[in-house]
């Protein structure tokens, strides 16, 4: 390999090649980053920084755990092809953590820098049910931001039940939050009214 792939401000400008921005935001290559993580150890780091730096939805976060936790959408054999059904499928987790999820977990969460929970909608293919996010971010192991490095966090998603999980996402690394929310519950409101002090950061 030759030298200059070594150094790590080239990769990371090589890798941010890899992360077109777009209307709908910052949308890497996974597949390609993935690929290129497994290349080599020089690559393996950065590599897959730049692939979980920004989560588009949060059932991605569902998809770090091993395929035995995590539900897997309805497979059909039609003309001899097999089939993915995702269609109304929300993922679940299909037993509790363990210390080793928890790790794998927390491997790819602290690569985090910008995340996304879109509105929920029975129509979308892809959704993340409120059980599986509520034991992954609305019960603390511990007291802190289970993504340290957040910069931005856009929360779209109307349900209640989910606000312990918008509550763990604040910490003092944002520096955006962007909270579309049709109606504003107590606990939105003191979340709102405290983040001067959460997140020095935001101006």
């Known amino acids: 390999m030759h030298t200059c792939l070594w150094i790590p401000e080239m990769l990371k400008a090589i890798f941010a090649e890899l992360m077109p921005v777009t209307e709908s935001g910052v949308q890497p290559s996974s597949a390609t980053l993935y690929h290129l993580a497994l290349t080599c150890r020089a690559f393996r780091e950065l590599a897959l920084d730049a692939q979980w730096a920004h989560i588009q939805t949060p059932d991605m976060l569902v998809m770090w755990l091993p395929q035995d936790a995590r539900s897997q959408?309805?497979?059909?054999?039609?003309?001899?092809?097999?089939?993915?059904?995702?269609?109304?499928?929300?993922?679940?987790?299909?037993?509790?953590?363990?210390?080793?999820?928890?790790?794998?977990?927390q491997k790819y969460a602290c690569?985090?820098?910008?995340?996304?929970?879109?509105?929920?909608?029975?129509?979308?293919?892809?959704?993340?049910?409120?059980?599986?996010?509520?034991?992954?971010?609305?019960?603390?192991?511990?007291?802190?931001s289970p993504f340290p490095l957040l910069r931005e966090l856009y929360w779209n998603d109307q349900r209640n039940v989910l606000l312990p999980?918008?509550?763990?996402?604040?910490?003092?690394s944002l520096t955006?939050?962007?909270?579309?929310?049709?109606?504003?519950?107590s606990v939105m409101v003191d979340l709102i009214a405290g983040l001067g002090k959460a997140c020095p950061m935001i101006k």
């Open 111 to 144: 690569r985090v820098r910008s995340l996304t929970f879109e509105k929920y909608d029975d129509w979308k293919t892809r959704k993340l049910h409120d059980s599986a996010a509520l034991a992954l971010l609305g019960s603390p192991a511990s007291p802190f």
């Open 165 to 172: 999980c918008l509550q763990r996402c604040i910490s003092n």
């Open 176 to 185: 955006r939050l962007v909270i579309h929310s049709e109606l504003w519950p």
């Open 73 to 105: 959408p309805a497979t059909f054999t039609a003309r001899g092809r097999t089939i993915i059904d995702i269609s109304g499928h929300s993922l679940r987790l299909l037993r509790p953590l363990v210390d080793n999820d928890w790790a794998t977990f």
